[in-house]
């Protein structure tokens, strides 16, 4: 690629993204020109790394180009080359690979939001550990190793290179750093006879930590990867998942649900997929679609926080998530996937009335028979499926009725013309109206003999 395609890439990737010279991430843009001075050829991948795929660390951004500009490959491959196919060819000089057994500890993998660190020696934890972990004082080491003889440490990348260590000289009574528990974690593993791994962790504040906490879980998972020899965020590697893209994995076999710890569907032909935060700021996500039941979304609910609605994008404009269910779609699929399908162009609205089950339209809304018992609402104009929530237990929660959201679709009782609690859009009033006006045409009319009549007294006088 040419110096002033490379330069027309960075500035087209600048206005994409709405950065104009006055903003402050402009700044950044600025500092990418220091960075490369009269190599223009690296700036246009170098702005797309920052700007696209968010590699906000400008001493990172700096090593990567010191490693690109000496390698062999041409221009034209590394612009093409993502933020992980960059890491994937050039780990060793991108993370500094030592000799084991004559280091301390080493860098092993770093992604968007942690470095693992691998920790050797007592000298090791205490350049790299925290001030709360009983590891600062020698004969501590020694014991821990004796029991789980596997060191690691996991640093949020923002706080690598200032955070406070055991050997810093100034430190002054106990550490406590009880609001940023997340900037670092310890963790301690044992490898069984029997292919498992026990552990322990610690965080920043000597806390121990338990996979009730979503970021501890991803980093946890992530550790286990590299323990094992995967050099793999949790997001890319998950047992039992085979991986799509940007943290969205497919849930192949039951080995997913059991780290999950969520019951695995009854169904077969349910296709689920896990989306996991490559931030580490939100718990295991599943989008379950089903063939012949309604599609929602399930979240390991770690800490029991209240369920919400979740919303996902659609199509190809959409996000990934969205662009799955985009492809799910395109098979036969029953009738609560209708909302979505008129939205990607699949089935038109007059189609849509033609369908056996449809009954009527209210505003933008489309009335169908379910199954004997229910009948079901779906909004025929949506940019985003408002998906219910299952829990760990299998029932569905449509939403908050305090969150302001209304679900793409949802069901009301034949019976008694209830529904799920959720945020009522406004043509609801007439589509119960309506059904029971529909009900009760549908009622079959009893039948009744005529009554038979006995003459009475005045009838006989009228006789001549």
């Given at each position: 690629?040419?110096?002033?395609?490379?330069?027309?890439?960075?500035?087209?990737?600048?206005?994409?993204?709405?950065?104009?010279?006055?903003?402050?991430?402009?700044?950044?843009?600025?500092?990418?020109?220091?960075?490369?001075?009269?190599?223009?050829?690296?700036?246009?991948?170098?702005?797309?790394?920052?700007?696209?795929?968010?590699?906000?660390?400008?001493?990172?951004?700096?090593?990567?180009?010191?490693?690109?500009?000496?390698?062999?490959?041409?221009?034209?491959?590394?612009?093409?080359?993502?933020?992980?196919?960059?890491?994937?060819?050039?780990?060793?000089?991108?993370?500094?690979?030592?000799?084991?057994?004559?280091?301390?500890?080493?860098?092993?993998?770093?992604?968007?939001?942690?470095?693992?660190?691998?920790?050797?020696?007592?000298?090791?934890?205490?350049?790299?550990?925290?001030?709360?972990?009983?590891?600062?004082?020698?004969?501590?080491?020694?014991?821990?190793?004796?029991?789980?003889?596997?060191?690691?440490?996991?640093?949020?990348?923002?706080?690598?290179?200032?955070?406070?260590?055991?050997?810093?000289?100034?430190?002054?009574?106990?550490?406590?750093?009880?609001?940023?528990?997340?900037?670092?974690?310890?963790?301690?593993?044992?490898?069984?006879?029997?292919?498992?791994?026990?552990?322990?962790?610690?965080?920043?504040?000597?806390?121990?930590?338990?996979?009730?906490?979503?970021?501890?879980?991803?980093?946890?998972?992530?550790?286990?990867?590299?323990?094992?020899?995967?050099?793999?965020?949790?997001y890319q590697k998950f047992i039992g998942c085979e991986y799509v893209k940007d943290g969205l994995l497919k849930i192949?076999?039951?080995?997913?649900?059991?780290?999950?710890?969520?019951?695995?569907?009854?169904?077969?032909?349910?296709?689920?997929?896990?989306?996991?935060?490559?931030?580490?700021?939100?718990?295991?996500?599943?989008?379950?679609?089903?063939?012949?039941?309604?599609?929602?979304?399930?979240?390991?609910?770690?800490?029991?926080?209240?369920?919400?609605?979740?919303?996902?994008?659609?199509?190809?404009?959409?996000?990934?998530?969205?662009?799955?269910?985009?492809?799910?779609?395109?098979?036969?699929?029953?009738?609560?996937?209708?909302?979505?399908?008129?939205?990607?162009?699949?089935?038109?609205?007059?189609?849509?009335?033609?369908?056996?089950?449809?009954?009527?339209?209210?505003?933008?809304?489309?009335?169908?028979?379910?199954?004997?018992?229910?009948?079901?609402?779906?909004?025929?104009?949506?940019?985003?499926?408002?998906?219910?929530?299952?829990?760990?237990?299998?029932?569905?929660?449509?939403?908050?009725?305090?969150?302001?959201?209304?679900?793409?679709?949802?069901?009301?009782?034949?019976?008694?013309?209830?529904?799920?609690?959720?945020?009522?859009?406004?043509?609801?009033?007439?589509?119960?109206?309506?059904?029971?006006?529909?009900?009760?045409?549908?009622?079959?009319?009893?039948?009744?003999?005529?009554?038979?009549?006995?003459?009475?007294?005045?009838?006989?006088?009228?006789?001549?």
């Open positions: 690629m040419k110096i002033n395609e490379n330069i027309a890439l960075a500035k087209s990737i600048l206005k994409k993204n709405g950065i104009e010279p006055d903003s402050e991430e402009y700044k950044d843009y600025l500092k990418i020109r220091e960075i490369v001075g009269t190599e223009y050829a690296y700036i246009g991948i170098l702005t797309r790394l920052r700007f696209v795929d968010s590699v906000t660390d400008i001493d990172e951004l700096k090593s990567i180009y010191d490693v690109l500009k000496n390698s062999k490959l041409d221009l034209g491959k590394l612009n093409r080359m993502s933020y992980d196919q960059i890491l994937d060819t050039f780990y060793d000089d991108l993370t500094g690979s030592v000799n084991k057994n004559k280091e301390d500890y080493e860098l092993i993998y770093k992604d968007e939001t942690y470095s693992y660190f691998r920790v050797y020696t007592y000298k090791g934890i205490l350049e790299i550990g925290s001030p709360a972990w009983c590891l600062k004082t020698k004969s501590n080491w020694d014991n821990y190793q004796a029991k789980y003889p596997e060191q690691w440490v996991a640093i949020d990348n923002r706080y690598v290179k200032k955070i406070i260590t055991p050997n810093n000289s100034y430190l002054g009574g106990k550490y406590v750093n009880s609001d940023k528990t997340w900037v670092r974690f310890g963790l301690s593993f044992l490898k069984n006879n029997d292919n498992t791994t026990s552990w322990i962790a610690h965080d920043d504040n000597d806390g121990v930590c338990k996979l009730s906490n979503y970021t501890f879980y991803g980093v946890l998972y992530t550790t286990l990867n590299l323990s094992n020899g995967y050099n793999k965020s949790y192949v076999n039951d080995d997913a649900w059991e780290r999950l710890n969520i019951t695995p569907p009854k169904s077969k032909s349910d296709v689920n997929y896990l989306h996991l935060s490559k931030t580490y700021s939100y718990p295991p996500v599943i989008v379950r679609l089903r063939d012949k039941s309604l599609p929602c979304v399930q979240i390991n609910t770690f800490d029991k926080k209240k369920l919400v609605l979740a919303t996902i994008s659609i199509g190809d404009s959409g996000k990934l998530v969205g662009k799955v269910v985009g492809e799910y779609v395109k098979n036969p699929t029953n009738i609560a996937y209708i909302g979505i399908k008129i939205k990607l162009g699949l089935i038109t609205l007059e189609e849509v009335k033609l369908l056996e089950d449809f009954i009527s339209q209210v505003g933008k809304w489309l009335v169908f028979h379910w199954n004997k018992d229910y009948y079901i609402v779906i909004d025929s104009n949506t940019s985003a499926a408002k998906l219910p929530v299952m829990d760990t237990l299998g029932n569905l929660h449509w939403d908050d009725p305090n969150d302001g959201e209304t679900p793409s679709f949802y069901l009301i009782d034949k019976e008694s013309f209830t529904s799920e609690k959720f945020n009522a859009p406004p043509e609801h009033d007439e589509i119960i109206k309506q059904l029971k006006e529909l009900n009760r045409s549908e009622e079959p009319k009893v039948e009744t003999k005529p009554e038979k009549k006995v003459k009475g007294f005045w009838d006989f006088l009228g006789k001549k």
